[in-house]
T-cell receptor
Framework: QKEVEQNSGPLSVPEGAIASLNCTYS??????FFWYRQYSGKSPELIMS????GDKEDGRFTAQLNKASQYVSLLIRDSQPSDSATYLC????????????FGKGTTLSVSS | DAGVIQSPRHEVTEMGQEVTLRCKLI?????LFWYRQTMMRGLELLIY????????DSGMPEDRFSAKMPNASFSTLKIQPSEPRDSAVYFC???????????FGEGSRLTVL
């Protein structure tokens, strides 16, 4: 059974701080990860994808992947109140290259 | 381009009634996913199709749930008979094959009384 584990939070950080979101997975076949952001009452939207070990940076966001430890994280630098949302991680799980299994998400609250 | 379109956005029904949720894919996408989201269980995959063919329906809760994809751009998820525990937000998502990104519709919020 493939599983994705995330701390549900809420994770509270002050504006301007670094928010660190973590995710572990049980399926050794997973080769890539996606991070989705979901605002309250809205649908999930993709913010980051990472395909190889190491770091991938996109603006204020950095995704880190360690396949040996089956661990992926998302760092948000200079957190803003607009970053307040639930962050879902999802492993690639099929040959089509599409995320299928999501963690329950970590709720981030950034206070101004 | 229009995104994934779901209808209805909200549905309130009584236990035992049939519920049909509808989804229109983004033009050119060939994979279609139905998810259900609740506070307790998070975002659960129910079923997905590739090129109109159901690939994995292991997430469908029970025989009361059925999904069809009669053509390349449209899908339905039917619950018959509905039960209060089916209350959730049902998302449809589509994907092309290049980036693997899932594009979600706005969801259908179902309440079964």
């Amino acid at each position: 059974q493939k599983e994705v584990e995330q701390n549900s939070g809420p994770l509270s950080v002050p504006e301007g701080a670094i928010a660190s979101l973590n995710c572990t997975y049980s399926d050794r076949v997973s080769q890539s990860f996606f991070w989705y952001r979901q605002y309250s009452g809205k649908s999930p939207e993709l913010i980051m994808s990472i395909y190889s070990n190491g770091d991938k940076e996109d603006g204020r966001f950095t995704a880190q992947l360690n396949k040996a430890s089956q661990y992926v994280s998302l760092l948000i630098r200079d957190s803003q109140p607009s970053d307040s949302a639930t962050y879902l991680c999802a492993p690639l799980a099929n040959q089509a290259g599409t995320a299928l299994i999501f963690g329950k998400g970590t709720t981030l609250s950034v206070s101004s | 381009d229009a995104g994934v379109i779901q209808s209805p956005r909200h549905e309130v029904t009584e236990m035992g009634q049939e519920v049909t949720l509808r989804c229109k894919l983004i033009s050119g996408h060939n994979s279609l996913f139905w998810y259900r989201q609740t506070m307790m269980r998070g975002l659960e995959l129910l079923i997905y199709f590739n090129n109109n063919v159901p690939i994995d329906d292991s997430g469908m809760p029970e025989d009361r749930f059925s999904a069809k994809m009669p053509n390349a751009s449209f899908s339905t998820l039917k619950i018959q008979p509905s039960e209060p525990r089916d209350s959730a937000v049902y998302f449809c998502a589509s994907s092309g094959q290049i980036t693997g990104e899932l594009f979600f519709g706005e969801g259908s919020r179902l309440t079964v009384l």
